[in-house]
T-cell receptor
Framework: DSGVTQTPKHLITATGQRVTLRCSPR?????VYWYQQSLDQGLQFLIQ???????AKGNILERFSAQQFPDLHSELNLSSLELGDSALYFC?????????????FGPGTRLTVL | KNEVEQSPQNLTAQEGEFITINCSYS?????LHWLQQHPGGGIVSLFM???GKKKHGRLIATINIQEKHSSLHITASHPRDSAVYIC???????????????FGTGTRLKVLA
């Protein structure tokens, strides 16, 4: 158990809908990262937040947005869902934001868009 | 051409064998990350390095910055090492801390008893 929690574990929804994925980092960790893992694209970095502020942005679509709240949990919002958004979404946390900070991964949320 | 390439894509070994997984990248990086993804999907961070060599138990990671290449070695492999091993590189795009983080496609390892 990494100490990072993600809810829900599974989510099934329809095209065009909007969903919110939630991540609670390890106690004491200030950074949260979001990743998408799909069958055709593999793992992709989406976005990182550090202490409530966006720190780095990867291949995150405009239909997706994220935020980190004062209690350091983070939410990833996915809207106007398409079939291709079906994937495993992982969050990870680390103590700080430097390149050597070890990341601890959550168990993931499996999103299925029908 | 992908910015991060791993080889081999698939690897089957007998228990006890020495295993090497390779990762090559095409950009100047600030750090390289080796990850292990278990058959159930969970991801564990193994190493983060930017130079030299790191060792943890039976796992060894090396990196050659000039050649833009890293290797992950597993000594005395065991069936519980069966997993997908993924390398990822981080490179800075500005002095303000903005970076890119690119993953390889992974190496699927199966160790037979």
């Amino acid at each position: 158990d990494s100490g990072v929690t993600q809810t829900p574990k599974h989510l099934i929804t329809a095209t065009g809908q909007r969903v919110t994925l939630r991540c609670s980092p390890r106690s004491g960790d200030l950074s949260v990262y979001w990743y998408q893992q799909s069958l055709d694209q593999g793992l992709q970095f989406l976005i990182q937040y550090y202490n409530g502020e966006e720190r780095a942005k990867g291949n995150i679509l405009e239909r997706f947005s994220a935020q980190q709240f004062p209690d350091l949990h983070s939410e990833l919002n996915l809207s106007s869902l398409e079939l291709g958004d079906s994937a495993l979404y992982f969050c990870a946390s680390s103590v700080a934001t430097g390149r050597y900070n070890e990341q601890f991964f959550g168990p993931g949320t499996r999103l299925t868009v029908l | 051409k992908n910015e991060v390439e791993q080889s081999p894509q698939n690897l089957t070994a007998q228990e006890g064998e020495f295993i090497t997984i390779n990762c090559s990248y095409s950009v100047g990086i600030s750090a390289l990350h080796w990850l292990q993804q278990h058959p159930g999907g969970g991801i564990v961070s193994l190493f983060m390095l930017s130079s030299g060599k790191k060792k943890h138990g039976r796992l060894i990671a090396t990196i050659n910055i000039q050649e833009k290449h890293s290797s992950l070695h597993i000594t005395a492999s065991h069936p519980r090492d069966s997993a997908v091993y993924i390398c990822a590189v981080r490179y800075e795009v500005s002095t303000s801390g903005t970076y890119k983080y690119i993953f390889g496609t992974g190496t699927r390892l199966k160790v037979l008893a």
